[in-house]
């Protein structure tokens, strides 16, 4: 387990912390407008939606490790591409290709927990890696806002360019994604010594498991609020660094420091996930907090001070993130082991699908209406999130195993 959350800590630092600190900008020093930018952040939704369910199938029959392995690769050759050729048609297939790897990932990292720990222990592990995940994402955020000014000290000449300030250059910002691209490939090797889990047994085709033919509709069902959930994050998580910058006009190390709060919150509330899973279970805990963080994006929507700001932005983050950590182990915990792989996928699908459909349209929101009607829509759709996990889950029961037939 300890591999298993050292290569989570590498790959949050450079994937989500300096990434979601400065990829933006870099796409703002390049000349480029916020609609294309919002159709540069669908495109990893595209490829994951299109490659969910294949990655699941393939992850039965080759070990979800080798997938997740290989799949950590190729985000570190992804983003090489980005640094190397910044043109359109590049930046755009270097998003798609992240889309497809980082959804490979993500379908392999509640599968593969849930091999690693015993049921009891399930919780607890969940939350620490949480912990890790986000407190890493955090120190990557914050290291995302000095690295351009480090590109200035270490190279002053090559960040001259008219009209802009020497830290938010191309060259700073591909030079501080350099850095995020080497973390991502240096988190390969944990995962390397990782032993391989064991598979679930009796893979007979394409459409079927050992408990019989995969119940797509059902899994389907189940997966909706990873809908609600995937579009009220593609409205607001690519898109957190530009609303602090035009709306309160500050810097991008104010940013970077403000979003490592963020991260922070998000780290250290779900901790209590074990002690809410014991006292009000997973389904009240959702439906709990996501209705607080309801409440916080409404308020950000119309807070007009940056500590008003930034107080609403890390409870409503914080509140919001108590999801992964508890819907992941609710719906496995709900399915047969031979079927965690297939519902992992179809999560993905789901969130995939909310994630584009926010991102392809938020560019256009944001030019249009501002961000203050997009914090409103997100509210409500964090309300709504916590009511179809109620609605889907408050009558479901864990699966328990068939008892073995005896012979009389």
């Known amino acids: 387990m300890t ?13 989500i912390g300096i990434s979601d600190a400065l990829l933006n900008f870099y796409f703002v020093s390049l000349g480029y407008s916020p609609q294309t930018i919002g159709l540069l952040q669908s495109l990893p939704r595209v490829s994951g939606f299109l490659s969910s369910v294949p990655i699941g199938l393939l992850a039965n029959r080759v070990g979800i490790r080798r997938v997740t392995l290989w799949s950590t690769v190729g985000l570190a050759v992804a983003y090489a591409l980005l640094v190397a050729w910044p043109t359109l048609a590049m930046l755009g297939f270097s998003r798609f290709l992240v889309g497809l790897f980082y959804g490979a990932v993500q379908i392999g990292m509640a599968p593969l927990m849930m091999t690693l720990v015993r049921a009891e222990h399930q919780a607890h592990v969940f939350a620490y890696h949480n912990l890790v995940s986000m407190g890493a994402t955090a120190i990557g955020s914050v290291t995302g806002g000095f690295l ?6 270490l190279f002053p000449g090559a960040t001259r360019v008219a009209g802009l300030a020497p830290e938010q250059t191309p060259f700073a910002y591909r030079l501080s994604l350099s850095v995020a691209t080497g973390l991502i490939l240096l988190s390969a090797w944990p995962l390397l010594r990782l032993a391989e889990t064991h598979r679930p047994p009796a893979v007979r085709g394409l459409f079927s498991t050992a ?4 119940p797509w509709r059902w899994l389907t069902w189940l997966t909706l609020p990873l809908l609600l959930f995937g579009f009220t994050g593609g409205l ?5 660094n530009l609303f602090f910058r035009t709306t309160f006009n500050i810097s991008d190390k104010t940013v970077g420091t403000i979003l490592s709060l963020g991260w922070l919150g998000m780290a250290l509330l779900p901790l209590a996930n074990p002690w809410w899973d014991r006292h009000w279970g997973r389904v009240r805990t959702l439906a709990l907090t ?14 007009r001070s940056l500590a008003v700001g930034v107080l609403c932005y890390v409870v409503a983050i914080s509140f919001r993130n108590v999801m992964q950590p508890v819907f992941q182990p609710l719906l496995m915990d709900s399915l047969p082991p031979d079927l965690h792989n297939i519902a992992s ?16 349209v938020s560019g256009f929101w944001q030019t249009a209406y501002g961000f203050d009607m997009i914090m409103r829509v997100v509210a409500v759709g964090a309300f709504l999130t916590g009511a179809s996990v109620v609605w889907l889950f408050r009558h ?8 073995p037939e005896t012979s009389t």
Do not use: C, K
């Open 211 to 214: 408990s019989g033919r995969i």
């Open 290 to 303: 996501m209705s607080v963080a309801a409440v916080a994006f409404a308020g950000l929507s119309v807070a």
């Open 3 to 15: 591999l298993f959350l050292a290569y989570n800590a590498l790959l949050h630092i450079g994937l």
């Open 148 to 153: 351009p000014l480090l590109a200035v000290a």
């Open 396 to 403: 479901r029961q864990p699966y328990r195993p068939p008892m």
């Open 236 to 240: 607001t998580f690519p898109f957190y």
């Open 345 to 360: 996928s179809m999560g993905m699908v789901q969130w995939n699908v909310g994630w584009f459909a926010a991102t392809a």
